[in-house]
């Protein structure tokens, strides 16, 4: 995800919160550790001497760079991005930036939109279409991606505003440059396929060029190529069998989703494929409900409350 400094943005972290919530866990004695040291204590199957966190950031935004990476150097604080490669390559830009930018330049009006329940949505003054982007992310996650460009190109035209080729700035990716300056820094770089489809939507063919090219890009470019990958999406309908095998027979050791829970240990050493299906959390974007994750309370907020 993206990062703010002052001025919220739309689905982005503050670093101010980053910062603090980094000062909380180091003050609580939190092992803050890179990601594939992390995956190879899982692997071991022993339990970790100290609650150990490691951070991810997903697909590749500059702002990581101007933001983000500050922080948690502050903080020595390792950290891994997953790059959706054709996004860094400059091929696309990523499909809810399209919508998000689509309805922030737009001028008030009302808009049909065709996928989901579909509906006449009046988009009403700058600034307060949040809900709007998020229904309509959502009812985009359900179709393939040539229905989904051509139902954004529909939304543009509505608007009557044409969608530049490339990200505008507030939407741009790293250069592979700055990935390798980055590295040089500590962080590490792993694939997140080309163009970040949800996989198990893909023919055959399409879903393994997906994580073979993406996974080839990143060896080209990358010093110290991460084999660990992150799926797009992540939750458990968004791959199957058929990615993990394509990601073991790529050399790939391990990947992420986005099912919220603790890794444990005993399960991914022990249980097949459970290396390739490595939960994350949410960063909540705060110090008190970050504590409540890292320190386990959440498991038990959550049992409490069922
Ligand atoms: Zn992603």
């Known amino acids: 995800h993206r990062f703010h400094s002052d001025q919220p943005r739309h689905d982005s972290e503050s670093v101010d919160g980053l910062r603090a919530a980094l000062e909380a866990m180091r003050g609580e004695g939190y092992e803050l550790a890179a990601l594939d040291v992390v995956v190879a204590g899982l692997r071991e199957g022993a339990p970790f001497p100290r609650p150990t966190v490691a951070f991810t950031i997903d697909d590749g935004y500059r702002d990581f760079l101007e933001l983000g990476a500050d922080a948690f150097a502050a903080y020595d604080c390792p950290a891994t991005v997953f790059l959706a490669t054709g996004f860094i390559d400059g091929d696309l830009w990523l499909w809810w ?55 954004i190109q529909e939304l543009a035209e509505q608007c009557g505003v044409q969608l530049p080729k490339t990200p505008p700035a507030d939407f741009a990716p790293l250069s592979w440059d700055e990935v390798r300056a980055l590295e040089g820094r500590g962080f590490t770089f792993g694939p997140h396929t080309v163009s970040h489809p949800i996989l198990a939507r893909l023919d055959h063919p399409t879903a393994l060029a997906e994580i073979g090219d993406s996974w080839a890009r990143v060896r080209e470019e990358v010093s110290a190529p991460l084999p660990i990958f992150a799926y797009p999406n992540g939750q458990s309908g968004d791959f199957g069998d058929r990615e993990i095998r394509a990601l073991d027979e790529h050399g790939l050791v391990a990947a992420v989703t986005t099912e919220q829970a603790y890794a444990e240990p005993r399960r991914v050493s022990q249980v097949g494929d459970e290396r390739f299906r490595i939960p994350r959390f949410d960063y909540p974007g705060h110090v008190h409900p970050t504590l409540q994750i890292t320190s386990g309370l959440e498991a038990l907020v959550r049992r409490v409350r069922r």
């Open 97 to 151: 930036d399209q919508i998000d930018w689509i309805l922030q330049s737009a001028p008030r009006r009302t808009v049909e939109w065709t996928l989901g329940s579909g509906g006449m949505f009046d988009l009403g003054p700058m600034g307060s279409r949040l809900d709007i982007a998020e229904r309509f992310w959502e009812d985009c996650k359900g179709v393939g991606s040539a229905r989904r460009q051509a139902v």
